[in-house]
């Protein structure tokens, strides 16, 4: 990776930005045993910011070919609405000082994830930080979602810098090949698992929070 300045971060939303990787991980195997299914902790995780066309063929290679994708989805989806309107979302550490941080330095921000767009901006703006991005680009918005380079240059061309410019925070080993494939400077900031020996050549810095994982903008902003 070379060292151009960095103009601009892309974030990732669950895990890096709000506290939902954990709720995912819950409502997928609450949804599945409601079909009959023993989905455990690992299958969730093997699927995590994964495109819904690569998840799909993910799970019915774990549970069989009449595996109810779209309706287990669905139901999760639910689920997890449910409980959110109930009780909220928690932002993750350090998220608000980070977003003053790079504010302040005049960075341009993105968020690139493959929730669907409509709900990752009323996600964003239930936590009141909808207003810090420039941009918000959902999986809905590419023809391939991660862990292919689409989304982040999307997300890049949307905020008109190169993706050599820009720092992308991820939190899951597909994010940061989405990132990576895409020419950013991937930063890891890990949530429900750390990095593997496979993804560890792809990591410019891993961090443990995103108030942390800024400060890699420190020697290299404009």
């Known amino acids: 990776m070379n060292n151009a300045e960095l103009k601009g971060a892309v974030f990732d939303m669950d895990g890096v930005l709000v506290d939902t990787e954990k709720l995912y991980v819950r409502f997928w195997i609450e949804s599945a045993a409601d079909f009959g299914y023993c989905m455990t902790e690992e299958n969730v995780l093997s699927i995590r910011s994964l495109a819904r066309k690569f998840a799909d063929v993910k799970l019915k290679s774990i549970f069989g070919a009449d595996f109810p994708c779209m309706q287990v989805r669905e139901h999760r989806t639910k689920l997890l609405d449910a409980f959110i309107e109930k009780n909220g979302v928690e932002p993750k550490k350090g998220l608000f000082d980070a977003l003053e941080y790079l504010c302040s330095g005049k960075i341009k921000m993105a968020v690139a994830t493959a929730t669907p767009t409509d709900r990752a901006v009323k996600?964003?703006?239930?936590?009141?930080?909808?207003?810090?991005?420039?941009?918000?680009?959902?999986?809905?918005?590419?023809?391939?979602?991660?862990?292919?380079?689409?989304?982040?240059?999307?997300?890049?061309?949307?905020?008109?810098?190169?993706?050599?410019?820009?720092?992308?925070?991820?939190?899951?080993?597909?994010?940061?090949?989405?990132?990576?494939?895409?020419?950013?400077?991937?930063?890891?900031?890990?949530?429900?698992?750390?990095?593997?020996?496979?993804?560890?050549?792809?990591?410019?810095?891993?961090?443990?929070?995103?108030?942390?994982?800024?400060?890699?903008?420190?020697?290299?902003?404009?």
Do not use: W
Request: net charge negative; proline share 8%; hydrophobic share 35%.
């Open 123 to 222: 996600m964003l703006n239930r936590i009141g930080i909808l207003t810090y991005f420039d941009s918000v680009v959902g999986g809905d918005m590419v023809q391939n979602g991660k862990p292919e380079p689409d989304i982040y240059l999307k997300a890049t061309s949307e905020l008109k810098l190169s993706p050599e410019s820009c720092t992308a925070f991820e939190d899951s080993p597909n994010g940061i090949k989405s990132a990576y494939s895409a020419g950013c400077h991937a930063v890891m900031i890990p949530d429900l698992t750390p990095p593997d020996e496979e993804i560890m050549p792809m990591i410019s810095a891993v961090y443990t929070s995103l108030d942390e994982a800024v400060y890699f903008f420190e020697d290299r902003r404009c």
